[in-house]
T-cell receptor, first 115, second 112 residues
Framework: GENVEQHPSTLSVQEGDSAVIKCTYS??????FPWYKQELGKGPQLIID?????GEKKDQRIAVTLNKTAKHFSLHITETQPEDSAVYFC??????????????FGKGTLLTVNP | DTAVSQTPKYLVTQMGNDKSIKCEQN?????MYWYKQDSKKFLKIMFS???????INETVPNRFSPKSPDKAHLNLHINSLELGDSAVYFC???????????FGPGTRLTVT
């Protein structure tokens, strides 16, 4: 099955700096890669996603890049703000071998933005 | 309007009891999921239903029984609760498979 590795597990940055979180996946059939933000006491919230036919996607201060050959994808947050502080999860999904789509999550990155 | 809602938000119970968690979505989605998030924040899928039919069952003990009375609801019943069942349980929904999943606020289950 799919295995998603996420690094780093914790990341502390100063307000205004950029933050980068990286993930690798194992199943070459995976073709959908979402990123979720989870604030304390809340459910994960989708912030951006990318599909395998696209190499990069941007939404204001957030961008995601995908390298299918290397099987890794990254989340980039620019001009970080204290409200960006949360746990971020990457995930991968695909119908490998014709099986049903299933999201496999990384173990999360606790991002702290210091004012 | 809440898109994916769960009840209860907190559930404290003793070992051996049976409990249920309810989930409802008003997004018109046809696929719903249950996830378990352990104390280390690891999110793992348990079940997935598409149009009320079970399509994913991730080696979950048969003490856990999901039920989908209609496309908008997916409930989770847990028999003979154990200490290791303590976790936060999230419901999610999507339009079809391989698309964006929207999560509920979670149910924190504590088994004593």
């Amino acid at each position: 099955g799919e295995n998603v590795e996420q690094h780093p597990s914790t990341l502390s940055v100063q307000e205004g700096d950029s933050a980068v979180i990286k993930c690798t996946y194992s199943d070459s059939a995976s073709n959908y890669f979402p990123w979720y933000k989870q604030e304390l006491g809340k459910g994960p919230q989708l912030i951006i996603d990318i599909r395998s036919n696209v190499g990069e996607k941007k939404d204001q201060r957030i961008a995601v890049t995908l390298n299918k050959t290397a099987k890794h994808f990254s989340l980039h947050i620019t001009e970080t703000q204290p409200e960006d502080s949360a746990v971020y999860f990457c995930a991968a999904s695909g119908n490998s071998g014709g099986s049903n789509y299933k999201l496999t999550f990384g173990k999360g990155t606790l991002l702290t933005v210091n004012p | 309007d809440t898109a994916v809602s769960q009840t209860p938000k907190y559930l404290v119970t003793q070992m051996g009891n049976d409990k249920s968690i309810k989930c409802e979505q008003n997004l018109g989605h046809d696929t719903m999921y249950w996830y378990k998030q352990d104390s280390k924040k690891f999110l793992k899928i348990m079940f997935s239903y598409n149009n009320k039919e079970l399509i994913i069952n991730e080696t979950v003990p048969n003490r856990f029984s999901p039920k989908s009375p209609d496309k908008a609801h997916l409930n989770l019943h847990i028999n003979s609760l154990e200490l290791g069942d303590s976790a936060v349980y999230f419901c999610a929904s999507s339009h079809g498979q391989g698309t964006e999943q929207y999560f509920g606020p979670g149910t924190r289950l504590t088994v004593t």
